[in-house]
C-alpha cells in the first residue's frame, strides 16, 4: 500500500488522482490533501470519501468549520507547505503557479519524493528544487513523463537532443491574433486544464515554460530541446539519440497516464489510461513553432540561458499578465509584450535579471520585483 499526499486536490490533476486512487484502493492510500479556498466542499467531499485524516486550505476557520466532520485541518497561506511535509511515500503537487514552490521544497526537505504537475517549481526555484537530486522528482507534464520513459532507452550520454511537442493551442490556424476574447482563448482544441495553464497554451507560454522544466529535470542545454507542433497531442514528447534513433511516447491527450506513472514509479498502473487505438486508421501532423507568431517560446529560452532569476521574473510577470486579460485589463496580444517588457526593464536596471536564485525568499524578492514591473506597464497599456 503506496501512501500518497495530493496538493491542489480539487484541480484537475488531483481530481484525476483521486480517481486513480478510487480504481486502486489496494494500491494506495491517501493521508493527506489540500486546495485553496474556491471549492470547499469539493475538498471536504474528498476528504471523506478517502478517509483523509489531514486537510489543508487556505480558507479562514469560519469557512470551513462547519464541514470539516471531525477532520484535522490546518488552514492558512502555508497549509499546503505543512500538509506536503507529512511523511509518505510521494507528494503529488497539482498546485498551479509558483505558489507551489514552497510545497515542493518543504516536501523534499521532509525526505518525500515528489510527483511534480507544477512547472513553476523549476521555472521559479530550478536550483533550489534540484540540489535535491533528480531522483527524488518524477514528472507528470505529459510531455515530462514521455521524455522520462523514453529515456530509459538508452545512456544519458547519448542523447542528441529532445523534442517536445505542442497542441498549438487555441489559436494554432489563427494568423490575427487582435480582438482575442476570453472565451476563445480559454477553448483548448484538446486537453481541458485550468484557465492559466489553457491560456498559457494559447501563447505557448507553456511550452517555453517546459523548455525550462526539461533543462532542469534532464539536464540538458537548451540548445538540445526543441519544440514542435502536434495537433493531435497523440505523441507527447520524443528523445533523439546519437545514432540517429528517436524513441516517442504515445498516448491519447489524457493526464491519468501520467499520474498513474509517477504515482506507482516503477510500476505501472494497470488501465490507467487508454491506449492508442491501432485498428484505427489514423495521421499525425507535426510542424515547427512559429517563433514570430509564439514570441513567448523565445522569451522563455532567453530567459532560461539567463539564470533562474530571469525564469522567475518571466513566471512572475505573465502570471501577472495573464490575470489582466482574465480580468478585461489588456487584451491578449499584450501578454507576451507585457512579459518581454518586465524583463527588459528589470535588466535595464541595477538589478539584473542574470544569475540564479539563493532561496525561497530571494524567489519571493524576485517575483515581487517582477510583478510591480509588470502591473506598472499593464496599467499603461491599459489606459
Known sequence: MREIVILGSTGSIGVQALEL???????????????????????????RKFHVPIVGTTA???????LADGISVIDGESASTEIAAISCDIVLNGITGSIGLGPTLSALAAGNKVALANKESLVAGGPLVMAYGADRIIPVDSEHSALYQALLAGKRSEVKKFVI????????????????????????????????????????MNKGLEIIEAHYLFDLPYSQIEAVI????????????????TIAQLS?????????YALSYPDRLKRSTTP???????????????????????LARMAGEQG??????????NESAVEAFISGRIEFSEITQIVK????????????????VRDLADVSSVEKNARMTASTHIEELAR
Open 21 to 47: 486512487v478510487a480504481a486502486n484502493p489496494d494500491l494506495f492510500r491517501v493521508v493527506g490533501i489540500s486546495a485553496g479556498s474556491k471549492n470547499l466542499p469539493l475538498l471536504f467531499e474528498q476528504a
Open 60 to 66: 479562514i476557520r469560519s469557512a470551513w468549520e462547519n
Open 165 to 204: 511537442t505542442a497542441s498549438g493551442g487555441a489559436f494554432r490556424d489563427r494568423v490575427d491574433l487582435d480582438g482575442v476574447t476570453l472565451q476563445e482563448a480559454l477553448s483548448h482544441p484538446t486537453w481541458s486544464m485550468g484557465p492559466m495553464v489553457t491560456i498559457n497554451s494559447a501563447t505557448l
Open 230 to 245: 502536434h495537433p493531435q497531442s497523440v505523441v507527447h514528447s520524443m528523445v533523439e539519440f546519437i545514432d540517429g534513433s
Open 252 to 260: 491519447p491527450p489524457n493526464m491519468k497516464g501520467p499520474i498513474g
Open 276 to 298: 492508442v487505438d491501432w485498428s484505427r486508421k489514423q495521421s499525425w501532423d507535426f510542424s515547427p513553432v512559429d517563433t514570430t507568431k509564439y514570441e513567448a517560446i523565445s
Open 308 to 317: 533562474s532569476i530571469a525564469t522567475a521574473t518571466l513566471n512572475a510577470a
Open 341 to 356: 517588457r518586465t524583463l527588459e526593464t528589470i535588466d535595464s536596471r541595477a538589478e539584473s535579471v542574470r544569475g540564479d
